[in-house]
């Protein structure tokens, strides 16, 4: 049994026990969460389980055997209502429509993880999941990121027409003389066309070739010819100075957003679902209303951006409480008085337990683009699969 990520299909692979299926009354959402965590508690010490493989992914759960090679069960996402994790117990769950069966019943799947962890990253692979299809059905509530501005260069000199021959004055440098002569325009042009290297000079003095040009009209008052550039180098350069401008902007890379994936690390992933990444933050709160009690969402406080904020579903109704910083640099939520060093241990405590808070906080999270019905094309599951 290998757990492994493929970034190319965007499917992540774990490994855990199945321990079961039962039946899921449909009531109101608060209502059955409190049955199934009462449910979940009393099969924690339940011995029948088989070692399965878990494959995750934005199109749905698909439960392999040990060797992956049996499917065993098989779940388009859009059937599967919410996920659930006990990390004290190590179990994760979701509930789900069997395929085949009748809509009006639910099923909750039950697996038990290695240990804690485990149990809570299997459920944020879901969370993730339930997140990146909302962005797939939804395009129009993703996080407006615009990309980068476009790398321009400085304006200079040889960036507007220019002649790469012609320096400023303020440029000037004096060619080695080899004698004073005097230059006709017929001299200049054919010395100027047999210089083919950086190394060759004008046999004369710049300067005087520098009045001759002018008073021949070749060059105007307030620049000269460079020694330095040869007509061969001239078009070298004026060749690789037009290359980028002739293919356009469109040849100039931007800095585009990385759009979001389901093959993070587990610290990545679990601050991706705390802040619906890629989800605008008007959505992703009008969304948290919709989620259990005790469900939150990691954003920026409303009344002071710059500082980190929990927005939690309260029976009151949406509460914002800032994450603050103490003198010593621990972490502690607004009204609290326990503090902490990270911010994932601050959630995991008041997961855990309650305290100053109206309710604790809670891993479960409900599928926004769950559908009632079954679809037509739907993947049949395997007459080998049993629920227990």
């Known amino acids: 049994m290998e757990e492994s990520t493929d970034s190319v299909t965007g499917t992540v692979t774990r490994s855990a026990e199945y321990i079961g299926s039962f039946p899921v009354d449909d009531c109101c959402l608060d209502d059955q969460v409190k049955k199934l965590h009462s449910q ?18 934005i199109k749905g759960v698909k439960v392999y055997n040990e060797d992956e090679t049996t499917l065993l ?7 599967v209502s919410l996920s659930i994790s006990r990390p004290s117990d190590s179990q994760f ?17 039950l697996f038990k993880a ?5 149990a809570q990253f299997l459920n944020l692979l879901l969370c993730r999941c339930f997140q990146l299809y909302y962005l797939e059905k939804h395009p129009e509530d993703a996080e407006d990121k615009s990309s980068g501005k476009k790398p321009t260069r400085s304006p200079s000199l040889l960036n507007h027409g220019y002649p790469l021959s012609v320096s400023a004055l303020v440029s000037f440098r004096r060619a080695p003389t080899q004698g004073l002569l005097s230059v006709t325009k017929a001299e200049v042009s054919s010395n100027t066309e047999s210089v083919c290297s950086p190394d060759d000079v004008f046999p004369t003095s710049p300067t005087l070739v520098r009045k001759q040009a002018m008073r021949d009209k070749v060059l105007r008052s307030g620049a000269y010819r460079s020694f330095t550039c040869t007509p061969v180098k001239q078009r070298h350069l004026q060749e690789r100075l037009n290359a980028p401008q002739d293919k356009g902007q469109d ?3 931007e800095f585009k957003v990385r759009a979001p994936s389901l093959a993070e690390t587990e610290e990545a992933l679990a601050h991706a679902v705390w802040i619906w990444a890629g989800v605008s933050s008007v ?16 954003c920026p406080h409303a009344k002071d951006p710059s500082v980190e904020s929990l927005l939690i579903r309260f029976p009151s109704g ?12 621990r972490l502690f939520l607004e009204n609290c008085r326990v503090q902490f060093e990270s911010l994932t241990e601050l959630i995991e405590h ?7 808070l109206e309710v604790p906080l809670s891993c479960i999270r409900v599928n926004h683009c769950y559908e009632w019905e079954e679809s037509k094309v739907q993947i049949k599951r395997s007459p080998q699969w049993k629920n227990t």
Do not use: W
């Open 40 to 57: 979940l508690k009393s099969l924690k010490y339940y011995k029948r389980r088989r070692y399965v493989s878990l494959k995750f992914s």
């Open 73 to 79: 069960m098989a779940h388009a996402l859009q059937r």
């Open 93 to 109: 769950a979701f509930i789900a429509h069997n395929p085949g069966s009748p809509d009006t019943q639910l099923y909750c799947h």
């Open 114 to 118: 290695r240990h804690a962890r485990a």
């Open 251 to 253: 040849s100039i890379p």
């Open 283 to 298: 959505c992703s709160s009008s969304l948290l209303a919709e989620e259990v009690l005790g469900s939150y969402l990691l």
């Open 318 to 329: 949406l509460v914002n409480l800032a994450v603050k910083t103490s003198s010593s640099g």
């Open 350 to 356: 008041y997961t855990e337990t309650r305290e100053e």
